[in-house]
């Protein structure tokens, strides 16, 4: 047995990750606070994203909209982690095999490693574009690369249930 | 002309029974839904959470609703739309749903209060009064409330 597949088979049959899947309320509840959480984390960072995009608060410096609303987005992300982990533990060996949850994790790297870059890089020059409507390509770049890349993983994580047969 | 003779009268409507024909139009337009929820609900949050000076906290209120009303109007019209298409597909299973009554009833005060927010806070800078506040909490409770009642529908 590949040895991902084995640790993920461990896991799904831990006493913790077998009281989450077998209860009546333990699995919707955290389901519900994981898909309600995509409001903070996602919402949050799209304001973000359409202001490189130039679409909202125009006259606000990128760079202090995007002190004020990062601490929440931060605040959704640890929310949706340990959510997320929760419910990856109760299904961990049945996640394995499913191309939706495979294909979400993937995606999950890449809108991390997406403002990583665009911290690195663009970001690094902020006070000469901070004020302009029209932000340097890369950043709306990283602005579009982030709004589709979590639009994918919302779509692929409402359907992996529909791969579970 | 009663709401059940409405739903009933949806059912038949051609597009009521396309939708409930297809193996993949529900699942399309409830992933439509959510995606438009996570706009919706970011900005709510934000605007709402202005008012107790947290979030945007250092922009005129004004200036935050002015700006981000768009958004989630925008959003919100696309909420309605894949919502109706959903019903549309089953009309009768939402009629008899007590989650989604609860749910219709909750938007329908959220709506109403949000809009009131609103009309006051065009006029305020950067002090609010605490009756905005509470009612800006109020507010966040009952999106939160018609959020976890969509939620249940699929469980009642």
């Given at each position: 047995m590949p040895p991902l597949l084995r640790f993920c088979t461990w896991l799904y049959a831990t006493p913790f990750g077998t009281t989450i899947r077998e209860s009546n309320y333990a699995f919707p509840l955290i389901e519900t606070v994981h898909t309600l959480g995509i409001m903070v984390l996602v919402g949050t960072i799209a304001v973000v994203d359409l202001r490189l995009l130039g679409?909202?608060?125009?006259?606000?410096?990128v760079s202090r909209l995007y002190r004020q609303v990062i601490p929440w987005t931060w605040g959704g992300f640890v929310v949706m982690f340990i959510s997320g982990l929760l419910l990856f533990t109760s299904e961990a060996r049945d996640n394995y095999f499913n191309s939706f949850f495979r294909i979400k994790l993937l995606l999950l790297i890449l809108v991390a490693l997406n403002p990583l870059i665009f911290h690195a890089t663009?970001?690094?020059?902020?006070?000469?574009?901070?004020?302009?409507n029209v932000t340097p390509r890369r950043a709306r770049l990283a602005a579009i690369s982030s709004l589709c890349l979590w639009g994918g993983i919302i779509v692929t994580g409402r359907l992996i249930a529909y791969a579970h047969n | 002309m009663s709401v059940l003779f409405f739903f009933h009268w949806l059912a038949h409507t051609s597009l009521g029974v396309a939708l409930r024909e297809s193996t993949w139009a529900f699942a399309v337009i409830e992933v439509v839904h959510l995606l438009a929820l996570s706009v919706f609900g970011g900005t709510v949050l934000l605007i709402n959470l202005r008012f107790w000076?947290?979030?945007?906290?250092?922009?005129?209120v004004s200036k935050v609703v002015r700006s981000l009303s768009p958004q989630m109007l925008g959003s919100l019209v696309v909420m309605v739309i894949t919502g109706v298409l959903m019903v549309t597909s089953g009309p009768m299973r939402y009629y008899y749903n007590d989650a989604f009554r609860w749910k219709m009833a909750l938007f329908l005060v959220g709506a109403l209060i949000q809009f009131a927010l609103y009309r006051r806070a065009l006029k305020t800078d950067f002090a609010t009064s605490k009756r905005q506040k509470i009612t800006a909490g109020f507010s966040l409770a009952i999106w939160l409330a018609v959020a976890l009642a969509g939620r249940a529908i699929g469980y009642v």
């Open positions: 679409l909202v608060l125009r006259d606000t410096p663009t970001y690094r020059t902020v006070s000469n574009w901070d004020v302009s | 000076g947290a979030g945007l906290k250092l922009e005129a």
